[in-house]
């Protein structure tokens, strides 16, 4: 690991890939102590983890397409280069300078724009940095950076793939007020076109195929110590089947917007809906027997 100075963030070169479950322990070791910025107003450290010459395992590509319905390909489905790239963001949240808990974060959003494709033989030059903390009525609100290039690309040219994954952290602090938020409007279910089954397993075959082994998915209990009912799909794994009902007709390069609205508590059986608008796909995935919606993801092609 080397540290340098960039622009206004200090950039920690590391030699590997960081392992998931080594930092969730890390994270739940900070939990037990009591680390959380509940004592005062949270300021993001100025640090940007790098990692370079990442290559894709064709092995784990393809399990990962098969675990969320992608076709079996070549080129890597921008949810498998979150998959690379996200060891390096929770990296940054289990630093002993980062002032919000990385365990129990709820993911609100993420959005991705994926500029040119990227193959399985391609080496990767990986980024992450957090940014844009700010209040939320519940606690505080933080972007988690997360950026891929062709190993050698310059790093001022833009990324082949860059996401902007949102989280909030209930019970946190940022400074200044906590913005209005407008009111959700009632969610009115539409006709399903298909149907997503998660077993009980969901959550440990995606971490099997990620790498993301958080305890919120792994089992009941594990998901219960930190106030769920039972264990949570995790958030990436439906947007990626989102993603996947899509399949080629996002083209080679799209922007992709998905907006969490409530956790898939598993087993779950949630009805789908994937429609065609006017700028491109819309994917909705809701609790029919409740009526209530867990994801929205939006895919618009672009030039």
Known sequence: MTALATGTRREVVLDAAPRLGALYARAGASAVRGRSSARGVAVLPEVEHRLDGVAPDPAQLTAYQHHVGEPAADVLPAGYVHVLAFPLAVAL???????????????????????????????????????????????????????????GAPVDAPPAWRGVSTYLTVGSRAAGAAPEEEPRPPFVPPVPTGRWVLGPATGRRYAAVSGDANPIHQSPLTAKALGFPRAIAHGMDTAARALAAVGARRRAAYAWDVEFAAPVLLPSSPSVRTERGETGWTVTAWDARRGKLHLTSQVRPLP
């Open 93 to 151: 949240m289990v630093r002993p300078d980062f002032p919000l808990p990385a365990l129990g974060m709820v993911h609100l959003a993420n959005r991705v724009v994926q500029r040119s494709p990227l193959g399985v033989g391609d080496a990767l030059d990986l980024r992450a940095w957090a940014q844009d903390l700010r209040p939320h009525r519940r606690g505080a609100r933080v972007d988690l950076v997360t950026e891929a290039r062709p190993a």
